[in-house]
């Protein structure tokens, strides 16, 4: 690690995606040192995080792999280069993905060198809190004003939300992906102060991320709660509430034993003026139009699919890519574990087709029925993967398979969608409804990029 070391808060807080820094006031011509800091502190494993970096154009990294440079993850490393400043006295540093599944990150970076500003300086880098000042009709803005700067010691918030409450203006922020922070003020244009309202917090899943983003509201009865959500992949981004105290004025989370609570006493709340329908049981599809419980991977083609005597699938895409095929409907995988069950009618296939039930998301795999030259098979296909730009690099391959007639059949997908390591998809078939057959079993995928979560899908 070159001199001077960072403070160790630097390498707790990281900026990730596909980036660029443009800092200003060099002067032109001029030598810059640049030196970026990073630490993985998610993937365990070499080759899941590659990323190029560029300064001025010119390519200074190349697929570089923060834990294979470091030996491991959660220590700390540096690359230092040398550049000279732009025409117009700047130095550009640019993030992009090389090929791996997750994005870019940097956790630290320092520019110093010939300044405009009176000689050599380092650069910092700020996250500024902006105040929007909008017409009446709410469709243009009229000013802006920055009222915060965020401390380097916390890095990144986002994700503001604004509130009134007893004469206080909040602003409620996110640090992605373990940190909430709230600002307040007595006028919403500042000045404002900075309370932490949790880091790293114990989360109520095990094995899931710390609770953030989202926001507070208020109860009909006054009282206050916080709806965040956890990262808790396979199964997506869960909700999650938790109770609010209001401390000299500061919203604090009621917390169990110094975490989120797994459990907390039901809102003080009426009940809701009409049932709402469970998102379990049986669908027959006998109404007039979809429950709100389904969505469509694609904007459907309507005219290729009915209900009212059952869901009718018509091909709508002609492709031999699940991904890239229109009028595949989807239903949220309900944690820790749960089960869907589709009977197939399938006498009207042709030479060619493939309908059947999935397990969907980037990395999939899927149970079906498959028509070629004459014959029918149900079959078990896996490793239907998406890259992070979401192109298919592969349509999958087929595992094993079983010959079938009589036109009718029961597909079965058994899925456990609980953080960690079994993260199984059990897949099987039954000619009777009664007596079913495995034919397969999947891993999913917990990679946060397609944060969606795992759905079943039903496809033609």
């Not at 600002?183 to 500042?190: A, D, K």
């Amino acid at each position: 690690m070159p001199s001077p070391v960072p403070p160790q808060a630097v390498f707790q807080t990281e900026r990730y995606g596909e980036f660029t820094y443009t800092i200003p006031n060099r002067t032109p011509g001029s030598a810059q040192t640049v030196t970026l800091y990073f630490q993985e502190s998610y993937w365990t494993a070499a080759g899941q995080r590659t990323f190029n970096v560029a300064i001025n154009g010119a390519t200074v990294l190349t697929a570089f792999d923060i834990f294979a440079a470091a030996g491991g993850a959660n220590r700390a490393i540096a690359r230092t280069f040398q550049t000279t400043a732009n025409a117009s006295g700047q130095v550009v540093i640019q993030f992009t993905r090389a090929g791996g599944p997750d994005n870019p990150k940097i956790c630290g970076i320092t520019v110093t060198g010939g300044s405009s500003q009176g000689g050599p300086q380092p650069s910092t880098f700020t996250n500024p809190v902006l105040w929007e000042d909008l017409s009446a009709d709410g469709f243009s803005q009229v000013r802006s004003q920055q009222v915060f700067t965020t401390p380097s010691s916390i890095g990144t918030l986002e994700g503001a939300r604004f509130y009134k409450r007893n004469g206080f203006y909040y602003i409620w922020l996110t640090r992605p992906a373990n940190g909430q922070y709230v600002l307040r003020s007595t006028s919403p244009s500042g000045p404002y102060t900075i309370q932490q309202v949790l880091l790293n917090m114990g989360t109520p899943v095990p094995g899931s991320g710390v609770p953030h983003q989202g926001g507070m509201v208020q109860t009909q009865n006054g009282d206050w709660y916080y709806m965040a959500f956890i990262d808790a992949y396979p199964g997506g981004r869960v909700p999650v509430l938790a109770p609010i105290d209001w401390v000299s004025d500061w919203p604090v989370i009621r917390t169990v034993n110094g975490a989120w609570g797994a459990t907390y006493p039901r809102p003080n709340l009426p009940l809701p003026p009409r049932a709402v329908k469970p998102p379990t049981g049986t669908d027959t599809f006998t109404g007039t139009a979809l429950g709100p419980e389904w969505e469509w991977n694609h904007n459907p083609d309507n005219t290729r699919w009915s209900v009212g005597s059952g869901l009718r699938l018509q091909t709508a895409t002609v492709t031999n890519d699940l991904y890239q095929a229109r009028n595949t409907l989807t239903h949220r995988i309900l944690g820790p574990t749960s089960t869907a069950t589709i009977v197939l009618n399938y006498s009207g296939m042709r030479d060619g087709d493939r309908a059947g039930l999935a397990l969907f998301r980037d990395l999939s795999a899927w149970v079906g029925v498959r028509r070629d030259a004459g014959a029918t098979r149900v079959a078990f296909v896996n490793n239907l993967n998406m890259n992070g730009s979401w192109a298919t690099v592969s349509t999958g391959t087929e595992v094993t398979s079983a010959p079938v007639s009589g036109g009718r059949i029961w597909l079965r997908l058994a899925a456990d969608i609980r953080p960690g390591t079994g993260r199984q998809g059990r897949f099987s078939y039954s000619t009777d409804g009664v007596n079913y057959t495995q034919l397969g079993t999947y891993t999913m995928g917990n990679a946060w990029q397609f944060f969606m979560g795992y759905r079943y899908g039903i496809f033609n």
